[in-house]
């Protein structure tokens, strides 16, 4: 009932969606970097949508299964390979007891999750399986995976009789990706509080400039570089107030930070903008040099945005119980809510 980490990786921890309602007392959400891919491995294997899963960061975690397991790889694809094969991501795949999984090279993206059915059987700290490392709690002991952790599965399934004996099997159904005529670098972003304090250049160079996310980048944010520093039309000193999830601020040396995962609960930097929630997996996917574009969305069309992707999820939730029904006559699917998550 457990699967343990052989070889330890740069920082792999158990996330879900976050845990809500205490900022108040000072203690941010944390949780998954992207939440979308999130969801989408939880849905692959039959979970609940915020079910915790495995988040990980390229070099990534050497994993052994002890029992048999169903899962799903979601989010960047860093080469996972069992047995010198090849594993797809955004697909159910039923794992023998006994296998091994490496993740061999970052080939897209940044973060990947591991989803496994049934969920891991750890404890929830104020509603949430989530790893808040600053804190010390949630998640596997508060901390990142170590060589030789042991995380327990809260099911136990045993893989189907009727396929060959190899230490693993795809099934035949997937995740299609999000249908997003975008070019790769553009994020979606609204103008923040504290916009109108730029001058006019600085807000013409946010509006056509990329800008590269530079070291150190991290779980709680990445620092962005543009061609030259952007410059505020005011010297007032402001009060600190919330931010969240996806807040452009600008620093003082002119240059920018976009707030992630682990951000603080309020800031005293001024918030030029604010990346909609429906483009967080956009952003987060972007590995430490690569760059990024913003288009000035208004709220109207943030809001179509999340709500196309909540449509996307429902459908997907729906799809992955009749395909696992189909080819896993031996488990249950039907028992899951169609709902939207709580967080």
């Not at 069309?301 to 196309?308: G, L, T, Y």
Request: with cysteine; glycine share 8%.
């Amino acid at each position: 009932m457990s699967l343990t980490i052989t070889k330890a990786g740069l920082l792999d921890t158990l996330q879900d969606l976050g845990r809500a309602g205490y900022r108040h007392l000072g203690i941010n959400p944390t949780g998954a970097m992207d939440q979308y891919s999130l969801q989408v491995a939880n849905l692959l294997v039959g979970n609940e949508r915020e079910e915790a899963c495995l988040e990980l960061f390229f070099p990534a975690a050497t994993l052994s299964f002890e029992e048999d397991a169903l899962i799903a790889i979601t989010g960047a694809d860093m080469g996972a390979t069992m047995s010198g094969e090849n594993l797809p991501v955004n697909k159910p795949i039923w794992i023998r007891k006994g296998s091994l999984l490496h993740f061999d090279h970052l080939k897209e993206g940044y973060c990947s999750y591991l989803a496994v059915r049934g969920g891991f059987d750890i404890p929830a700290w104020l509603g949430s399986r989530s790893t808040h490392l600053r804190a010390g709690v949630g998640g596997w002991e508060g901390r990142t995976l170590k060589k030789g952790d042991q995380i327990k599965f809260r099911k136990t399934i045993q893989c189907p009789v009727d396929w060959n004996k190899n230490h693993h099997h795809t099934l035949p159904f997937g995740a299609a990706p999000l249908r997003e005529a975008l070019p790769s670098d553009l994020v979606f972003a609204l103008r923040g509080p504290e916009w109108e304090e730029l001058d006019d250049q600085s807000k013409e160079l946010l509006s056509t400039s990329s800008f590269t996310i530079t070291v150190p980048s991290d779980r709680m944010g990445f620092r962005l570089r543009g061609e030259q520093p952007l410059v505020r039309s005011t010297d007032r000193e402001l009060v600190s107030t919330t931010v969240d999830f996806g807040t452009i601020q600008i620093l003082p040396n002119g240059q920018m930070v976009v707030l992630l995962a682990d951000h603080q609960t309020t800031g005293g930097y001024p918030r030029i903008a604010q990346v909609i929630k429906a483009h967080h997996h956009r952003l987060v996917q972007k590995r430490p040099g690569e760059q990024i574009r913003f288009k000035w969305v208004e709220y109207e069309e943030s809001v179509r945005s999340c709500i196309s992707q909540e449509q996307n999820l429902r459908h997907l939730q729906i799809a992955c119980i009749l395909k696992l029904e189909e080819h896993c006559t031996h488990e249950p699917f039907r028992n899951q809510r169609i709902s939207k998550p709580d967080h």
